[in-house]
Structures are given as C-alpha cells and as structure tokens.
C-alpha cells in the first residue's frame, strides 16, 4: 500500500483508496444511509456493464469496418468540411 492510501475489505476482496475517495464514500453513505461496501459494489456493477456495452459496441463497429460494410473517414477531413459548411 502507498502512503495515503487506506485500505478497505469487501467480501473478502481489498480495495485501495486515496483519503480523499475514502472520504466521499463515507459522506455518501452517512448521507444516503446506505453502507459502503454497497455502495462499491452497485457502482463497480454499474461500471462494468457500461465497459461490456462499449467493448459490444466497438467490436461491433471494428467488424463492420474490416468487412467493409462501412467505410472510415478521415476525422481531420470531416471537421474541416463541417468548418466550411457553418461559414
């Protein structure tokens, strides 16, 4: 552990902390009335199923570009073409 990291166990799994991190999760769960190992858990729930769907999507997307169902386009072109089309 770093210095100014706090330690905290959640079902048998340690998590790092910053002080500051540790500190606005005790406020949210004095303030919510909600425990904190609850509250890491929804959140972290929450965080990977959003990076599943990202990940989904990408690979969703990158298949559709190597099978040349789509075609890329330069982002500097398409900026500088929506540039001159708003002038």
């Known amino acids: 552990m770093t210095e100014g990291e706090c330690l905290s166990r959640l079902s048998g799994l340690e998590v790092h902390f910053k002080p500051e991190t540790e500190s606005r999760l005790n406020e949210l ?3 919510s009335g909600r425990a904190t190992d609850e509250l ?3 959140a972290l729930a929450g965080y990977l199923e959003e990076v599943a769907e990202v990940r989904e999507m990408l690979d969703s ?4 570009v190597k099978s040349g169902s789509v075609k890329p386009i330069d982002g500097e072109a398409f900026f500088e073409d929506l540039r001159h089309a708003n002038n």
């Open 61 to 64: 997307r990158y298949d559709d």
């Open 29 to 31: 769960a004095s303030r």
């Open 40 to 42: 890491v858990e929804d």
